[in-house]
């Protein structure tokens, strides 16, 4: 605040309103290359700006670094070039954080560094608050101050400070930039039309998920925040938009984890005249453009294991990798009371009062999902909790749908569509029967919806990815609030 108080007292603006900037710090750098490349005797002169990383005074001159978003720079500041009053200024009021601007030549030091030789400089913004921690580094026989921020509480409650001194930081989220792109890519040249559908509801589904509620006083009516795209999408198809996609947010009132957040981007995409087998292999093939051209290869690095999306990935049923993990076959076992019975015998501890389906999740979530490191595909899941889904055919109580695993969770979710409307409406009336309005399988009658599938709905497929997910799986991060710029935390008065 002093220095602030100080600038104004000598008339210099320390936030002032304009700036004049001609290159990015790697343009610039790259204008010299080639000016030498080409023996130019040309001068390179160039206005960077960026914020001050590392000050190295040294008498009468002095080095500094700054970064912008492409890249660092050095600067020399001469006191030859400058006059000792400018050459005091920069010492005296100039520290790590601030953004400067500085024009000059560039030039290549001894060392072999292309460096901005300083004519002129200017503050842009001043910081009030020291950048956090900090760590001392000897370049050149020199102690240069490094800005740092390690604790995980610290860097997602000040994700600003985080970003500003982790470029590894930036990178994640360049990558997660790049992989919404490629999906989007893949996506457009197969014909697929981006759309945007409602975040507020007034029926929320899609999803097996507890709703944010919230109100709107001049209709006077509840609305919910949505949990899921699907059943918008899935109107589109009665509209005639045959192949719809949107990258969006979704809203779930549930816990959190290293996989879970309250609000998290989603993957949506419905196919007419598409089913789950279909889905399988064009997910295998829109993962591996993903990883092609954000990663520049088919093979990454995800905790402490090296993961191949190559085609084709392994394909197991439901039942037969129960059969295999757990020891029960799910298809001897047709109520729930029966199959807690069988999981009481093998000392699998079920949930009390649980249905069937919920009972067969829990073991697919406890004894499979942390198990499927390579890319899997688990396909063929309980009827009654995956109301959308159409059924099996032959097998009533199963319906064609898959998960897809990589890394030990779950990265995707699709169906064979259900398209019948007196089917989906039995469905919803059953739902309400067996499930409580607090349970979070409960899925309400949405007669809209039903009035839109008794239009006719072509058979369809469709699919659901979490980018957020798959942004961990391809920068080899174990949390989701790493992926997440700014993940929901609990206050710190309950901390």
């Known amino acids: 605040m002093e220095k602030i108080q100080r600038l104004r007292s000598q008339g210099i603006e320390p936030y002032p309103t304009r700036a004049q900037v001609t290159h990015s710090s790697t343009a610039a750098i790259q204008a010299y290359e080639d000016a030498e490349a080409a023996s130019s005797d040309g001068k390179v002169e160039v206005t960077l700006a960026g914020r001050l990383r590392a000050i190295r005074p040294m008498g009468k001159i002095a080095f500094a670094h700054i970064e912008d978003g492409a890249g660092r720079v050095q600067l020399l500041f001469r006191v030859n070039e400058l006059g000792q009053e400018k050459m005091d200024l920069f010492v005296r009021e100039f520290d790590l954080g601030d953004f400067i601007q500085a024009s000059g030549t560039m030039f290549r030091t001894r060392t072999g560094e292309i460096t901005l030789q300083v004519k002129e400089f200017q503050m842009l913004a001043k910081a009030i608050t020291p950048l956090p921690a900090a760590k001392d580094e000897v370049v050149d026989g020199d102690v240069v101050r490094h800005a740092l921020l390690s604790d995980p509480e610290t860097r997602f409650r000040q994700r600003y400070a985080d970003l500003a001194v982790n470029p590894e930081v930036r990178q994640i989220f360049r990558t997660r930039a790049a992989i919404v792109r490629a999906l989007r890519q893949f996506l457009d040249e197969r014909g697929f039309l981006e759309v945007e559908t409602p975040i507020l509801q007034p029926i929320y589904g899609g999803a097996a998920a507890r709703p944010f509620i919230t109100h709107h006083n001049q209709l006077k009516q509840d609305l919910y925040l949505r949990i899921s795209f699907e059943l918008y999408l899935k109107r589109l198809l009665v509209g005639g938009l045959e192949r719809v996609y949107e990258i969006g947010r979704d809203f779930r009132n549930e816990g959190v984890s290293f996989k879970h957040n309250p609000e998290f981007t989603q993957l949506e995409f419905y196919t007419a005249y ?153 469905r919803f009336e059953e739902m309400g029967r067996e499930y409580s309005s607090e349970d979070e399988e409960h899925h309400p009658l949405d007669e809209d919806y039903i009035q839109a599938m008794s239009y006719g709905m072509p058979p369809n497929g469709g699919f659901g990815m979490g980018i957020d997910r798959l942004t961990m799986l391809l920068t080899d991060k174990h949390s989701i609030r790493e992926v997440i710029l700014f993940p929901h935390l609990r206050s710190r008065e309950e901390d």
């Open 274 to 426: 598409a089913d789950f087998e279909s889905n399988m292999a064009f997910t295998e093939e829109m993962i591996v453009f993903v990883c092609e051209q954000v990663l520049g290869s088919r093979v990454f690095n995800f905790n402490g294991h090296e993961i191949d999306v190559t085609p084709p990935w392994k394909r197991i049923s439901l039942r037969q990798a129960l059969i295999d993990a757990v020891g029960i076959d799910i298809a001897d076992y047709p109520t729930g009371e029966s199959l807690a019975e069988a999981m009481r015998l093998h000392d699998l501890h079920p949930a009390a009062g649980a249905t069937r389906g919920k009972l067969i999740d829990g073991m697919l979530g406890d004894y499979l999902e942390p198990n499927f490191i390579q890319p899997t595909f688990l396909y063929d899941y309980p009827r009654d909790i995956s109301p959308l889904a159409k059924n099996k055919p032959g097998d009533p109580q199963t319906v064609e749908r898959f998960e897809g695993f990589v890394g030990g969770m779950e990265l995707c979710n699709a169906f064979t569509e259900l398209n019948d409307p007196l089917e989906q409406e039995a």
